[in-house]
């Protein structure tokens, strides 16, 4: 691991430093006031807004009510009038707003210890979801307070974990890898009929694996061998623990990839991310997928991967299309021109709380939204173009 770039800062006459965390890459801010109990949260919302970052001196539980007061000052300032823009125009904005809401609350920063301590008053206990997080503890640091209770929340769900109606058990998703709260996508997985060439190959992949779940769900069905992929080594080591816990390890190979292993399979499962465009944080390498460079990948790897008479599922929402980033025409001609056919598809409806919520920037796109499983098969006498 590389070793973290180091914030400078004057306090009380004296030259300080410690290593600067940021799961986002961004560097040290510039210019830092060391700041107390005494800042009132107007200031506080300027100054950071204003592009000063504000160590944090006083009490934790302070912390917090500042940070939440700093929020609502946010949340409060009218919006752009927005009435003559395309969906994606709104998406877009949408999107700035809300790096530029996490830009200023990130400006909120708090010290820790060597060993993950915060050495403030009323502090919590946050050694073991920062380990989780990032490892062992190599100095002392300086974090955004938005960030560690990301990292508390977190260290929550990995304890708790995800319910999985699909298979009766819970997934724990960790730092970093996305959870799988859209369980429709799950449940499309476990309805789907399995492709009849399963019969003499119980062999599939599941591409892009993430938390393992799908891997899991297809062990459950009966497959009998899955090899599992991602890139992402939080996720690898994610998947691992929680097929032990589901007991899968028996029937589900995870290996380091950037989308298939070698060979061929009966049967290809990829929910890759749904939206087109550029991350801003690791975790949203889940959510936006920049130029669809893994849905495009998937699509035109899939018939050099797939068995005689097997099938690839796309699991894909046409959030995209309703947002007006992607049309239903691109994903059709991607799709034929990758020498794939459309044998059918399964739709489902979302069941996540933003889909009712007419106050959300995004609420008729995700008022339209359906999730499908894309069954697709190589071009063939038997499935022609």
């Not at 992949?205 to 899955?226: C, E, K, P, Q």
Request: charged share 25%; glycine share 8%; aromatic share 6%.
């Amino acid at each position: 691991m590389s070793p973290l770039p180091l914030l400078r800062w004057q306090e009380n006459g004296q030259e300080c430093s410690a290593g600067w965390r940021s799961e986002a890459g961004l560097p040290p801010p510039a210019r830092l006031r060391v700041v107390d109990d005494t800042l009132p949260a107007d200031a506080a919302w300027r100054l950071a807004c204003e592009g000063s970052a504000l160590l944090w001196r006083g009490d934790y539980q302070n912390a917090r009510q500042l940070l939440q007061a700093m929020a609502r000052r946010i949340d409060r300032k009218p919006a752009r009038a927005a009435a003559a823009a395309t969906p994606a125009e709104r998406f877009h904005r949408h999107r700035m707003a809300q790096a530029q809401r996490a830009r200023t609350l990130g400006m909120l920063l708090l010290p820790l210890t060597d060993d993950y301590r915060v050495p403030l008053r009323r502090a919590p206990d946050v050694q073991a979801a920062c380990v989780e997080a990032w490892g062992a503890a190599a100095g002392e640091t300086v974090v955004s307070l938005r960030e560690l209770l990301g990292v508390v929340g977190a260290h929550e769900w990995r304890r708790t974990g995800v319910d999985i109606p699909a298979f009766g058990a819970r997934i724990h998703p960790h730092y970093g890898v996305f959870s799988p709260v859209r369980g429709e996508y799950v449940d499309l997985v476990a309805g789907a009929p399995l492709p009849a060439a399963l019969s003499s190959d119980r062999l599939a992949f599941d591409i892009g694996t993430g938390t393992g779940v799908l891997a899991a769900v297809l062990a459950r069905r009966g497959v009998s061998r899955v090899l599992a992929t991602d890139q992402s080594a939080r996720a690898l080591a994610c998947a691992r623990e929680n097929l032990q816990r589901l007991s899968c390890t028996d029937a589900v190979e995870l290996l380091e990839a950037d989308l298939f292993p070698s060979g061929r399979a009966p049967l290809i499962v990829c929910n890759p991310p749904w939206l087109p465009g550029r991350p801003s944080a690791p975790l949203e390498h889940a959510v936006y997928d920049p130029d669809s460079r893994m849905l495009r990948g998937f699509l035109d790897g899939l018939t050099a991967h797939l068995a005689v008479g097997g099938e690839g599922w796309l699991i894909l929402s046409d959030l995209a299309e309703h947002l007006g980033l992607r049309t239903r025409a691109e994903l059709l001609a991607w799709i034929a021109a990758a020498g794939l056919t459309v044998l059918g598809r399964l739709d489902t409806r979302p069941r996540h709380p933003k889909a009712r919520d007419p106050n959300d920037p995004l609420h008729a796109a995700r008022a339209a939204e359906i999730t499908s499983l894309w069954r697709l098969a190589a071009h063939s006498a038997d499935n022609p173009r």
